[in-house]
């Protein structure tokens, strides 16, 4: 899976939980989840859990702790998916 | 330390508090039998005691220690008198706040703070029940915005308390002032709280997050079941 589909994937998981829209428009990898797009960070356990459904991955609590940003979770999907070598 | 101080200023710590609800005329008539009840489902056994309350006012974990047991019973129960889960920003707001929130055995808790500093409250709970002691928390991670047991936003910490002492016996306590409409700072003086205590066994077949999600949910589902019950049989209460 390249950036862009993981991208993509991540918004529409997402999309549900954001309460600021306007910074949701122009996400970039940098936005952060919690700070830039108002998501409750109870909300978050929900966001990473629906990750593992979609992308067939296990996250443990370090990984899901890292995850700040819509570039994090992006790294963190690529790096779980990437085919063990 | 707080817990050898708390527990040796519990007698003055409680009837100044408890003053101070009298003053504001603040009653549970059913308190005996909610003291009793507490006492058959408590009763001797040791061993960690996980309390788990809706949260509307400020002063609920408050109303709910005066409502479980008399100062006295905790003088000689130590393990009765709860530690509660208290926001950070609530009980360092000046000098007496804090020393009442370190007299009344809070552990404070940073909202919206990193995940780190939640995993360490978390710790820290844990820790508590490892001691056998009981802590008051509430599940739904804050007061409820919506004036009702809110099942839709609560926060899944209760759930990862519960599969991290897996030998916590958990209580549900409903608790709610008749003329509460909304959540708020104080309850109107005069109040009148309805209380209930239901034994609670939530289990789950998930490990991880989603055990903490699973868990939670049955906690916040029999809170609002207990929620449902009050609406219909508060009159029956006063």
Known sequence: MDTKTAFGKIISIIKPFVKNTTAFGAATDGTRIIEDLGVNSARLVDIILAFEDEFGIEVDDESADRVRTLGDAVQMILQKTAPAL | ?238
């Open chain 2, 1 to 238: 330390m707080q817990e050898a101080v708390a527990q040796a200023l519990i007698l003055l710590t409680y009837f100044s508090l408890e003053g101070w609800l009298r003053f504001r005329r603040y009653r549970i008539p059913t308190q005996r039998r909610i003291r009793a009840e507490f006492a058959a489902l408590v009763g001797d056994e040791r061993g960690p005691l996980l309390i788990c309350a809706n949260h509307l006012t400020l002063i609920d974990s408050l109303v709910i220690q005066w409502a479980l047991a008399p100062g006295w019973r905790l003088f000689v129960r130590p393990a009765w008198f709860t530690w509660n889960l208290a926001d950070k920003h609530n009980i360092t707001k000046n000098v007496f706040v804090r020393i009442l929130g370190y007299l009344g055995k809070c552990v404070p808790v940073l909202r919206k703070g990193p995940p780190e500093e939640a995993r360490r409250t978390l710790d820290k709970v844990a820790c508590l029940l490892s001691r056998g002691q009981s802590v008051l928390v509430f599940p739904e991670g804050r007061r409820s915005r919506v004036g009702r047991v809110d099942t839709e936003n609560f926060t899944y910490g209760v759930g990862r308390i519960v599969q991290e002492t897996p030998s916590a016996r958990v209580l549900c306590v409903f608790a709610r002032g008749l003329g509460q409409r909304e959540y708020g700072n104080y309850p109107h003086p005069g109040e009148t709280f309805f209380v209930r205590l239901k034994r609670c066994a939530p289990t789950t077949s998930f490990r991880g997050m989603r055990g903490d999600r699973d868990l939670s949910t049955q906690i916040v589902g029999q809170l609002s079941k207990m929620e449902q019950e009050y609406f219909e049989n508060a009159i029956l209460d006063r």
